[in-house]
C-alpha cells in the first residue's frame, strides 16, 4: 500500500493530538431535507432495510413538517420534508435538491459542545435549546460546518422515549427485513476549489480534531480527474470526516461535478459498516440498489498480490462487484452506490474493515474510472 505509507495513523496517535474540549460519543443521526420524506422513507425502508423507528407530523401537531425517522442497528436517519413554501427546509431543496442538512454528533453536554465550538469561530445554527416531554428531556445545539451543513450536538442523558421530543413512534404494517447495516463509518464532505485546507483547519481548531490521512492529486487520479481528501478524526477516533476539494484535471472532477448539482459544498457519501458485505450487498441489489460497475477482469486478477490472502471467495465478490483494498493492519471490502437521487450528489459506500483502517486508498482509481464511465453518460465529464 504504497498510497498509505508515509502517512501516520492509528487509534493511539490520533487519541494524542485531538483536543479534548469536545468529547464525542457518536454520531447521532443524519437528517436530509427532501422533496417528499414519505416516500423517501419508503425507499430508504425497501432497499436499504431501514425500519420504522419514530414519526412527526401535522398528525403530532407539527404543523409546517413532516419527519420521518428510520433505524438500521446503531443508524438513525431522519427525512424531513417542508410542509409550505415559505419552508427555509423548501428552500434548501430547492437549491440543493435531496441532501444531507444535519450530521448530529452525541454528546454528554450540548451547551458546552455549542460554548466551547461558537467560541473557537463555529457559526451558530441552533441556540442550546431544551425539548421535553413526559420521557424526559433533550438539550440539542446546532452549528454550521461547510456549505449550509449543520453539526447537531445531541445530549440525550436524561431522554428515555423512541426518538427525540415531539415524535411519536412510528408502527407500520410493512416492515421489510434490515440488510445488515450497523454503524456510520464515515461522512465525506465536499468543498470548493482550494477550500480543503481551511476547513481541516477548521476542524482542528473548532472541533479538536486532527488530519489523521492525507491523498494529494498524485495519488487520487485518472487520465482524466483528479482531487484531493484529508481524513478529519475526533480524539476517540469515532468519527471520521474526510473532506474533498477538485484537482485540476484534463476533464471535470467528479468533485466539481457534485459541487455543480448541489449547488456548493455539501456531503458527498455516506459510508455504512456491514460484517458480511457479501449478505449485504446480495440483498440490496435484490432490492434494487444500484451499484458504480465493477472494475475489470484484470483489477481482480491483481488482489492475490497486492492484498494477499482474504477469508472471503474472490469469485463472488467478483460477481458483486466488490473492491478489496489493505493496509498494514489488515484489508477491507467496499463497493459504491450511483448517487440516489436525481442529481449526481449523495451516494453511499458499503464497507466491511477486515482489519484495516484506511479508506480504500488503493482502489481510487479503479472506483474513479467507474465514476468517470457514469459522467460520462451523464454528458458531465
Ligand atoms: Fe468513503
Redesign the pocket.
Known sequence: MDNLKNVEYGLEKIFEGAQDFLPLLGTDYVEFYVGNAKQAAHYYKTAFGFQSLAYAGLETGIRDRASYVLKQDKIRLVLTTALNSESPIGEHVKKHGDGVKVIALWVDDATKAFEETTKRGATPFMQPTVEEDEHGRVVRAGIYTYGETVHMFVERKEYKGIFLPGYQEWRSDYNPSPVGLKFI??M?GNVGWGEMNQWVKWYEDVMGFVNFLTFDDKQIHTEYSALMSKVMANGNGRIKF?INEPAEGKKKSQIEEYLDFYEGPGCQ?I?VATDNIIETVTQLRARGVEFLSAPPQAYYDEIPQRVGAIKEDLEVLQKLGILIDCDEDGYLL?I?TKPVEDRPTLFY?I?QRMGAKG??AGNFKALFESIEREQERRGTL
Open positions: 463509518d464515515h465525506v474526510p457519501h459510508a467496499q459504491f459506500e464497507i479508506f480504500g
